[in-house]
């Protein structure tokens, strides 16, 4: 059973910064791509940035210049770093990953965190 574990999330004011982690655990043995959606109350969920395992990345024109995402392949981590936010960047934000290759030599695909709640305001 894989679980994606997001931390980092908190109230900030804006201007401010925060960083957001998320861990996948349990037994399986890679991890393709990753990224961070978010969703705001009375929206759709919608994509903020993502990362191949080689390290390509894309953003949503919102946040670029604003956010950095990262990844150590070796702790299963990826990271966002939210730079210069924004009261629009309040949301919950959830971590992906979009396939894993699972120890019976099958891929597994769409997992989802449980979110971590950022709000941006004064």
């Known amino acids: 059973q894989v679980q994606l574990v997001e931390s980092g999330g908190g109230l900030v004011q804006p201007g401010g910064s925060l960083r957001l982690s998320c861990a996948a655990s349990?037994?399986?043995?890679?991890?393709?791509?990753m990224g961070w959606y978010r969703q705001a109350p009375g929206k759709q969920r919608e994509l903020v940035a993502t990362?191949?395992?080689?390290?390509?990345?894309v953003y949503a024109d919102s946040v670029k210049g604003r956010f950095t995402i990262s990844r150590d392949n070796a702790k299963n981590t990826v990271y966002m770093q939210m730079n210069s936010l924004k009261p629009e960047d309040t949301a919950v934000y959830y971590c992906?990953?979009?396939?894993?290759?699972?120890?019976?030599?099958?891929?597994?695909?769409?997992?989802w965190g449980q979110g971590t709640q950022v709000t941006v305001s004064s």
């Open positions: 349990g037994s399986f043995r890679r991890i393709n791509a």
């Open positions: 992906n990953a979009d396939r894993i290759l699972q120890m019976t030599m099958t891929w597994g695909y769409d997992y």
């Open positions: 990362i191949t395992r080689d390290g390509s990345t």
